[in-house]
T-cell receptor
Framework: AQKVTQAQTEISVVEKEDVTLDCVYE???????LFWYKQPPSGELVFLIR????DEQNEISGRYSWNFQKSTSSFNFTITASQVVDSAVYFC????????????WGAGTKLIIKP | GAVVSQHPSWVICKSGTSVKIECRSLDFQATTMFWYRQFPKQSLMLMAT?????????EQGVEKDKFLINHASLTLSTLTVTSAHPEDSSFYIC????????????FGNGTRLTVT
């Protein structure tokens, strides 16, 4: 069975601090895809990144970076120099053949950036 | 980039009435769209997969007669909540893929339904 665990329900940091959101997954697929989405208070879901299981190279996009480690089945997301606008709920998700490529969602982590 | 438009953004209706929510892919054709429901402070729950030109595929526990889905064209899917009750109040979000099955989903802005 496929499962995504985001153990951190809520994180609160002061602006400019770095913060890491954890994501641990379970799957029997050898080919699968991992995603991160952002849901700001307005409600829409914004796609941030997709990573396939064969690409363990870490990725950096501005203040955002992702660390994919197959050995620990983790796909963690780090925001450096956090800003108030980063406040949102962040979802990690997984898709693969085992779920017919439906997205399996984590519970989400609410990130609060205090000014 | 891909854009998915959802309308209305919010709606308040009386118990017993029906509400239709539209989901459009604005710059691409979507043979498949997905409807999710999200309860407060919870993750997304897939309700159904909307297939253009055929019947929707509903997830277990979702009443197909309650939540009518129509995918009339490659750019439009609608969700109708029939005979709405207060327990149907929720945030409904549609999504679509632009590309192959492993492509990321692009989401509409969601519809907040309140049934009084």
């Amino acid at each position: 069975a496929q499962k995504v665990t985001q153990a951190q329900t809520e994180i609160s940091v002061v602006e400019k601090e770095d913060v890491t959101l954890d994501c641990v997954y379970e799957t029997r697929d050898t080919t699968y895809y991992l995603f991160w989405y952002k849901q700001p208070p307005s409600g829409e879901l914004v796609f941030l990144i997709r990573r396939n299981s064969f690409d363990e190279q870490n990725e950096i996009s501005g203040r955002y970076s992702w660390n994919f480690q197959k050995s620990t089945s983790s796909f963690n997301f780090t925001i450096t120099a956090s800003q108030v606008v980063d406040s949102a709920v962040y979802f990690c998700a997984l898709s693969g053949g085992d779920s017919n490529y439906q997205l399996i969602w984590g519970a989400g982590t609410k990130l609060i950036i205090k000014p | 980039g891909a854009v998915v438009s959802q309308h209305p953004s919010w709606v308040i209706c009386k118990s017993g009435t029906s509400v239709k929510i539209e989901c459009r892919s604005l710059d691409f054709q979507a043979t498949t769209m997905f409807w999710y429901r999200q309860f407060p402070k919870q993750s997304l729950m897939l309700m159904a997969t909307s297939n253009e030109g055929s019947k929707a595929t509903y997830e277990q526990g979702v009443e197909k007669d309650k939540f009518l889905i129509n995918h009339a064209s490659l750019t439009l899917s609608t969700l109708t909540v029939t005979s709405a009750h207060p327990e149907d109040s929720s945030f409904y979000i549609c999504s679509a893929r632009r590309g192959p099955i492993n492509s990321p989903l692009h989401f509409g802005n969601g519809t907040r339904l309140t049934v009084t």
